[in-house]
């Protein structure tokens, strides 16, 4: 192991790492790929072209590769965090009580903070709406994201609910629903509908804030 690594690794292991600097936790992170050489340097290229470390973790695949000049080797390593990071956050959530429309929209708020690629999740309800399962079901780019039906009800039927959520975010853009969005929240509503759970909420996360179809009369006019 290299001096920079090992002191890094040193750090990270007898050190509170709440107050580390973007410089420092990115140099470690690159200083883990076989391929990079100078992780300093390259830290100090991203946060200068980038400005923060939740902008390039933010980063999809094509736009590390492509965009901020990484190898694959790398892109895979920061992928596999991200990945990490995006689920230990989703389930973070588990034994939250969702209750209202403002309480949906706070609680995705808190959850997609940061997030630049559009997500689909899926939030699972006992009859007491306390969160059972939250999940990741789909990830895109900036403008759409696209999802596999039958995983997305697996999940749900696997999570033994009969309520659930979902939400998706509008990245750079306004929570206004499209027509897509109603397209997709009216197919959902009935697909589960046949197997005995109820969509009660989609809240959709823009630029200016969550959006809670069920408040704005968007979910009744589905229905």
Excluded at 149 to 158: A, C, G, I, P
Aim: aromatic share 6%.
């Amino acid at each position: 192991m290299d001096k920079h690594k090992k002191r890094l690794k040193e750090y990270f292991l007898n050190e509170d790492t709440s107050f580390i600097s973007d410089r420092r936790l990115l140099s470690g992170i690159l200083s883990f790929s076989d391929t990079v050489k100078a992780p300093e340097a390259l830290a100090d290229v991203l946060l200068k072209k980038y400005q923060h470390m939740d902008n390039i973790m933010g980063l999809t695949t094509s736009e590390l590769i492509n965009d901020a000049d990484i190898d694959e080797d790398t892109t895979f390593l920061i992928r596999l965090i991200i990945e990490v990071s995006a689920r230990r956050l989703v389930q973070s959530g588990i034994g939250r009580v969702i209750s209202s429309p403002a309480e949906a929209c706070e609680f995705f708020n808190e959850t997609y903070k940061g997030m630049n690629v559009e997500e689909l999740r899926i939030v699972c309800l006992n009859s007491d709406l306390k969160v059972i399962d939250y999940a990741i079901i789909a990830r895109g780019d900036q403008k759409i994201v696209t999802f596999n039906k039958d995983e997305l009800l697996r999940k749900v039927v696997n999570s033994g609910c009969k309520l659930c959520i979902i939400a998706h975010n509008h990245p750079g853009a306004p929570s206004t629903p499209s027509d897509a969005d109603f397209r997709v929240t009216n197919k959902l509503c009935k697909y589960l509908d046949e197997l005995g759970i109820t969509l009660i909420e989609h809240v959709i996360i823009g630029e200016d804030g969550a959006k809670s179809m069920l408040s704005e009369n968007m979910i009744s006019r589905l229905l």
